[in-house]
């Protein structure tokens, strides 16, 4: 199950990782929906360019730049969480909606966690595939801690003092 | 002061109501301690070994009576009745329990504080000018800045982890009072040709076990951009800034091994795309904002009055005059400094009875507001001079008039051996014997401004890289030693202090102390502070004679049954080391 757009749904990708002694170069690619590693999209380019539905997903240490020439090709653009503190995540995401314009899925998978939701989503994440062993249901309260927020993100490109008029009633 | 609308009291509500949850599910169990944890030190909670402590956001020291009593509160309810105002401008509570902490920050969203980001990887509370507003060499008044600041960075959804903590400190004056170089942004306010307002921005500063001193990164960002410039720094720096090491993962690493050139090319690049666009700073905002900083109503007065005059004969009270009381920018007023810094105390503890008696003596003198100062003493920044004697008597009466600010006694130390798991040595009975050594109080008036910095370990909480002296507590085969450095500066310019040779025990460093000084008092010109003659003089003489011949130890500090060392402190265990 993943959380897309605030509810609940079954997940049609499958994510590709790579095995140990596996390379990004030859690995087969299993057919249907799949999201690949960076690497492999990288080095299967061209076998992989008429897959239309094929997915790619980024590490946190991976650049955004580097999809910048097709980003729109990908139904599906994921960022794996290795740890949950790991923030360069944000930044990817960010970067992705605002300075590529990437339009399809942006989703969060691996330590994904109730209480990141809400900032993830703020960033551009519009799906996630929240930890297996945590309960989906309980995560998704996470979407709405806040519901306002001080300064621009992909979500809002304003910041509240262009939103709203400030300084009234106390 | 800023006052909240009901934007920021929605937020701040909503924030007591995530955390609240965030606490319950912790001690239900449904949350690990490991995914609590970064949650807790969002929220400015730290575990210890005996309690947990929590540090309350100050945002740039300003707090109104109300508020301080409200901290009073608090220290009386949930915690042992004191609580320790810190060189970030903060206050910490040491003795808590993480049940009462929902409760805790509602008290404080009920007079518009919170402890949002005091700790954690993220942008921390933003320190400034403890005399903003009133300093008569203000170029502009920072806090309106200060705080647009703290919003723009508060839940900043995209900064929330990044590699390590990330301070902002600003100042408005010409001279640097906020300690802007050893921060991860220091901005300064300037003026150009055109008498626009704008600021340098200094990256990369910061202490603990590589200090560095912080590096121009641009002369002028005009006011309106400062926060696509700031956000561009802080970009570069979470995607960029190393997580594989802790002790490597502040800004100054990464600005260190790329060079500052390399660094403000990558941040200009990404200011490109955000440089104008809608987080550009508008004129109304400021204006919004800047309208809670306005002038109190003063009244028009004389320079000086005959009742300060009068009492000048009162030994006492004009040697408080001297230290304790700073030039205002209007006539006839002055801004007060209240010591929190008395022998035998951790230097910035302040009882409840303290902090209700200076929000009295707020609302009595100085239009109900307070700030902190990052030498972690109290100001009243608007008293009028007429008002000065009654006001001493009153701060007398409650331990918050000793004349020693910026004086040898007015020590910023860490919590040390006596309280820190991580020390090599002790600070605070050190502080207490350097106290000891020095009390005779016209001897150190004659000495004049000094800083002196006492750190326990290399973690540097006691900033003493930047102490005209700074203190270390070093490890000798698991004994207790100090080196000493000299010529550290925390402003104004900034820099680091230079080792001045092999360390020395406990016993000695009064006696080092005394040797630095009189090099001092045998070398100054008129008028020429420690730090000046140091300049000037070089640090070679001072070395010299403190090694001219051996240092004796003060042999009652090596009794164990001496009382200043067996009293030890007034807590009786470990309450906490101040590092994530
Ligand atoms: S960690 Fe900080 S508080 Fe503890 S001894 Fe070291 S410098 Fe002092």
Redesign the interface.
């Known amino acids: 199950m993943l959380i897309k757009n605030n509810v609940l749904v079954t997940d049609e990708w499958t994510v590709l990782r790579l095995k140990e002694g596996e390379a990004a170069d030859r690995v087969v690619v299993p057919a249907g929906k799949v999201i690949v590693p960076f690497p492999v999209w990288n080095c299967q380019h061209e076998a992989l360019q008429g897959r239309r539905e094929l997915g790619v997903w980024l590490a946190s240490f991976e650049r955004a730049e580097d999809l910048q020439d097709d980003i729109n090709r990908f139904p599906v653009i994921a960022v794996d969480f290795h740890k949950?503190?790991?923030?360069?995540g944000?930044?990817l995401a960010?970067r992705l909606r605002?300075?590529l314009g990437f339009r399809g899925e942006l989703r969060a998978m691996g330590d994904i966690?109730r209480?990141?939701l809400?900032?993830?989503k703020?960033?551009g994440f519009d799906t996630f595939a929240v930890r297996a062993d945590k309960d989906i249901q309980d995560a998704l309260q996470g979407l709405s801690?806040?519901?306002?927020?001080?300064?621009?993100?992909t979500d809002n490109?304003?910041?509240?003092?262009?939103r709203?008029e400030?300084?009234?009633?106390? | 002061m800023y006052?909240?609308?009901?934007?920021d009291?929605?937020?701040t509500a909503?924030?007591v109501a995530?955390f609240s949850d965030?606490v319950r599910r912790r001690l239900s169990g449904e949350?690990a301690e490991d995914?609590f944890r970064?949650?807790r030190l969002q929220n400015g909670v730290y575990m210890q070994i005996h309690a947990y402590m929590m540090r309350i956001a100050v945002p740039y020291g300003m707090v109104s009576a109300k508020q301080m009593r409200m901290l009073a509160s608090i220290a009386r309810k949930y915690d042992r009745g004191y609580g320790h105002f810190s060189t970030r401008q903060n206050i910490q509570f040491n003795w808590l329990k993480l049940q009462d902490v929902p409760a805790i920050l509602a008290d404080l969203a009920s007079v518009e504080m919170h402890a949002n980001q005091t700790s954690g990887?993220c942008i921390r509370n933003i320190t400034s000018d403890e005399f903003a507003g009133v300093a008569h060499d203000e170029i502009i008044d920072p806090r309106p800045y200060a705080e647009i600041l703290r919003?723009?960075?508060?839940?900043?959804?995209?900064?929330?982890?990044?590699?390590r903590k990330f301070k902002f400190s600003i100042t408005g004056a010409t001279q640097d009072r906020a300690a802007i170089s050893i921060n991860d942004i220091g901005l300064e306010a300037v003026k150009n040709a055109q008498g626009e307002i704008g600021f340098r921005v200094l990256v990369g500063g910061g202490l603990g076990r590589t200090p560095i001193i912080g590096s121009e990164i641009a002369a002028f960002v005009p006011w309106q951009h400062i926060?696509t410039y700031a956000e561009s720094i802080v970009?570069v720096f979470?995607?960029y800034g190393r997580?594989d090491n802790l002790y490597k993962a502040r800004i100054k690493i990464l600005v260190k091994a790329i060079g500052i050139d390399e660094f403000r090319r990558q941040v200009e690049e990404e200011w490109k795309?955000s440089k104008d666009?809608?987080?550009t700073i508008?004129q109304?905002?400021l204006d919004?904002v800047a309208?809670c900083f306005t002038a109190p109503a003063y009244e028009s007065l004389p320079q000086e009055d005959a009742a300060v005059a009068q009492q000048h004969n009162n030994k006492a009270f004009s040697n408080w005059l001297k230290r304790n009381v700073k030039p205002h920018k209007v006539a006839g007023y002055a801004a007060v400094v209240l010591s929190l810094k008395n022998s035998g105390i951790a230097p910035g503890d302040a009882t409840a009875e303290q902090m209700d008696a200076a929000a009295e003596l707020a609302d009595k003198f100085s239009f109900g507001e307070l700030r902190i100062t990052h030498m972690q003493n109290l100001v009243l920044a608007d008293v009028k001079r007429s008002d000065l004697f009654a006001l001493w008597e009153e701060a007398k009466a409650q331990g918050l008039a000793t004349p020693n600010i910026g004086l040898l006694t007015d020590v910023i130390c860490c919590p040390g051996g006596d309280f820190c798991t991580l020390a090599n040595a002790r600070s605070i009975t050190l502080a207490k014997a350097i106290d000891e050594r020095f009390d005779n109080i016209d001897y150190l008036h004659d000495i004049g401004e000094i800083d002196l910095n006492i750190s326990g370990c290399v973690n540097a909480c006691g900033h003493h890289h930047v102490g005209h002296i700074g203190i270390l507590g070093v490890d000798k085969s698991g004994e207790e030693w100090y080196q000493v450095s000299i010529g550290g500066s925390k402003g104004s310019p900034a820099n680091i202090g230079k080792i001045i040779g092999r360390s020395f025990s406990f016993a000695q460093i009064p006696e080092v102390i005394a040797r630095l000084l009189q090099v001092y008092v045998r070398e100054r010109k008129t008028d020429e502070r420690f730090i000046d003659t140091l300049r000037r003089s070089g640090i070679d003489p001072f070395v010299e004679y403190v090694y001219a011949t051996p240092v004796v130890e003060d042999e009652k500090l090596l009794l164990p049954d001496y009382d200043l060392i067996k009293q030890g402190t007034p807590y009786d265990t470990p309450y906490y080391s101040p590092r994530f």
């Open positions: 949950f503190s790991d923030g360069r944000y930044t960010y605002t300075q966690l209480d990141q809400f900032y993830l703020r960033v801690d806040f519901s306002l927020s001080y300064q621009a993100s490109a304003l910041p509240l003092y262009r709203v400030r300084g009234a009633a106390r | 006052r909240y609308d009901q934007f009291h929605q937020l909503e924030r995530q965030q949350l995914e970064i949650l990887n919003q723009w960075s508060t839940f900043h959804p995209e900064f929330g982890y990044l590699p926060i970009r979470n995607e997580r795309f666009g809608p987080s508008t109304a905002e919004r309208a």
